[in-house]
């Protein structure tokens, strides 16, 4: 392999001053060009940025997978440049399992009936998780990465070659600093009268010599001062153009959170709907999604299908007679806290006598427990006899 010799060299050298710079400068022994407080305050701007950005992706990040273990798998596929496989969220894998249970219960069963109601409700769910997590990926997530991996690197590296361009002006300075006290010193020793009784005055020509010397080396250090501080000029423009960059990518960052929250926003309206839907098909009460937020509103709790005046009307609960035949028995599977007077509160495994009325809703019946009257809701019974 041909190596050049000579740029190695002088790498090695530049590096060797760089080093001895910073080392006296943190130990108080040489002079520091200081930036301007604008500059300073663009530096900080900067790295509050990078910081709380990567925060903010992070957990991000967490919000959207929890499980570490597919995060670090995604991370994988995307280092490989390979697609990342489809994998069922955590709402349709619980699908699945209700609708296999469903079967094997009896799809005719109250359990296995709802199994499936809730089932396919899961499906949705998980369904409009996914929309919202590519969503958010794209629109969200891949920006600030982008800015990370891409904007704010860029940003490192010209920080970099600025405080390498700072040190060797530095450097530079010190340099002429000591060229300037050497001939300083060459110059009184020169002034000092010879000893013309000498043959040779070697004290007179050892010190003019000296004298040209530092001079030559004076005009050097000056020279290699001014390129330095061009270079390091040049530099710190870039470094302050890029700087100044930060408040478009706030900018960017600000249009991309208001379109994380409209995504957020519409994922959860079409769980909420969801959600009404299931506890409608399950004879559940349960406030209509245009009133929510209204509680004191007697009309923000409707029930869940058009109901007859034996439903409007709690006094006639009362009033309902059992038929001659057709009464059963069940067992409550669950507890059940009555909506308001005309439902029946009810405690899971107790016995209670129930029958269907003439005009009633499918979903519910009237049960019997000693005194007490009220319908019930028929998912919540097991009938017996």
């Given amino acids: 392999m041909d190596f050049n010799v000579r740029k190695l060299a002088t790498d090695a050298g530049i590096f060797f001053s760089r080093a001895v710079q ?4 943190k130990l108080g022994q040489a002079e520091k060009t200081e930036l301007d407080a604008h500059f300073e305050n663009l530096l900080s701007r900067a790295d509050c940025t990078k910081n709380w950005t990567e925060k903010i992706y992070r957990q991000t990040e967490v919000l959207l ?8 798998e995604d991370f994988l596929y995307e280092k490989l440049d390979r697609k990342v496989p489809a994998r069922p969220t955590n709402g349709e894998i619980l699908s699945q399992f209700m609708l296999e249970a469903a079967k094997e219960f009896g799809s005719g069963t109250p359990y296995g009936s709802t199994l499936i109601k809730v089932g396919d409700c899961q499906r949705r769910l998980g369904g409009a998780e996914r929309e919202f997590l590519q969503s958010s990926s794209i629109s969200f997530l891949t920006p600030l990465r982008n800015f ?25 300075k010190a340099r002429l600093k000591k060229a300037r006290a050497a001939e300083a010193k060459a110059a009184c020793e020169g002034e000092a009268v010879p000893d013309f009784q000498e043959t040779r005055p070697r004290n007179y020509v050892l010190s003019a010599s000296a004298s ?17 501080q061009t270079e390091f000029d040049r530099q710190a423009e870039v470094t302050r153009l890029l700087l100044e960059g930060i408040s478009s990518t706030h900018v960017n960052h600000l249009r991309c959170l208001c379109e994380f929250v409209e995504a957020q926003a519409m994922y959860y309206n079409q769980c909420h709907k969801y959600m009404l839907e299931l506890q409608r098909e399950l004879g559940r009460r349960c406030p209509d999604s245009s009133d929510v937020g209204s509680p004191a509103d007697p009309s923000a709790f409707p029930s869940q299908s058009s109901p007859s005046a034996l439903e409007t009307d709690a ?18 599977l669950y507890d059940y806290d009555a909506a308001d007077s005309s439902e029946l509160s009810l405690r899971a ?8 009325v003439p005009g009633m809703d499918s979903d519910w019946l009237i049960g019997e427990r000693g005194n007490q009257k009220g319908k019930v809701p028929v998912t919540y019974l097991e009938l017996l006899s």
């Fill in 65 to 72: 997978q929890p499980n570490p273990g597919a995060r670090i």
């Fill in 148 to 172: 990370l991996e891409g904007d704010w690197r860029t940003i490192s590296r010209e920080r970099r070659l600025l405080e390498n361009r700072r040190l060797d002006l530095d450097a530079c």
């Fill in 22 to 25: 910073f080392t006296e400068e």
């Fill in 349 to 356: 495994d107790e016995l209670i006598t129930v029958y269907t």
């Fill in 212 to 228: 040209a010397l530092w001079n030559e080396e004076l005009d050097k250090a000056e020279h290699e001062l001014r390129v330095a």
């Fill in 315 to 332: 006094l006639q609960i009362e009033e309902v007679q059992p038929p001659a035949s057709g009464t059963r028995t069940a067992k409550v």
